[in-house]
């Protein structure tokens, strides 16, 4: 039994973001408590933004569902939040921060400076809305050639900015973006880096303290992204020619307290392992990757090698090249969770834009030095291939 009743410390602050996470149970959920927050089951965590009006986000395995109350009814939200067996809370204030720690007989309290920098709009319905607007972010969107001066979508950019408000919408849910924590943002495989600068165009918005880095080998992209970010006055962004593999070999030193977010959006082939396994020697906090040009493994495919049941989806093309694909970034999911990763590969864009639309979102959970790639071996033993990752980490990792 978590002890029940709720330290007033965390009923007196506004404005105040308070995350619950750590549940008790898992699936769990009264259906009062259904009726309060809308979501079906016990979810993994919840934020709850407290200012004039309360807004609570509450995260399940796949979806968020946002509720919002009257400022009276702070008691009642948070008390029945923390009677719903979170274990652990952390409450972040404009002044302080307070962790609060639940054991079975005990409340432990801890307070840290704070850490949260965004307080506007702290209750608005950012769900409905969509973060990049041509009202709000014309020179944005001009300056990534999206745009007209006056913020006009060009037609022919109409999916990338769909896609782009898309990933932003996806980045902004993120664990280590929602805490409100300064952040550092590696594009790797950076290109034109839309996505890195429009992301940090958003959370600077926000207020928010937000760094970024941009890699590629060729220098007229990363010539183009320096001239951008000029144009846009946006310090803190850096951009550098340098290859995927330097980026883990020689692992670049984020801000100090800076949560990392790793993203990587269509690096080619093995370049998309470069980036992954970038993103596990920096323990980043985050990676969001979208795998383009699947070659490796598809190249190892063989009648001769994969299993008999299977052998039918190697006659034709189209079919080895889709196995090629999902087996690939499957066992890339798995990787990355065998080093403490909660990793799922989901829809990135619609398909009639590309076939190319899976992301593999992955959120550390914990980091384990050495991990159990026991899964990923049997896989790779029954398709007769060996993934560039799986030998990175393998050639790099104490096992
Ligand atoms: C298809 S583009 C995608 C650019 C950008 N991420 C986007 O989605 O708009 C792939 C980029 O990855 C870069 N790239 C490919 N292999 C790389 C490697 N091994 N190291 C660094 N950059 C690489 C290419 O130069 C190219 O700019």
Redesign the pocket.
Known sequence: MLPTTIPTELLSAQPAVLTFSNPLRKGAWSDSDVARFGAPEQPRRVVVRRADTIRVEAFTQRQSFTTHHDADDAEAVLGTLWMSGFRQVLMQTPSEDIQVLRSDSRVTLRRTAATRTAWADLTADRAKQRPLSPEHDAALLHALDLATTDGTILAPMADKYRQLNHLITTALALPCVQAGTPLHII?????????SIALVHVLRRDGRDVSLLG????PH?IAHAQDVVQKLSMPDCVFTV????DLWTQPPTPPTGHAVLLL?????DT?TD?ALMAGLTLRADAMLVAP?CHHYVQAQLAVSTAPAAARLLLDDGITKERLGDLLTDTMRRDIVRAFGYDAHLQEFVALEHTMKNILLKAERRAYVATPNLLRVHESAVTWGVRPKLLELVEANTEM
Do not use: E, P
Request: hydrophobic share 40%; proline share 0%; glycine share 8%.
């Open positions: 594009d790797a495989g950076c290109g034109k880096a839309y996505l890699v590629d080998t060729n992209v340098k290859t995927l593999r990587a959006l269509h690096a080619c370049a470069d383009c």
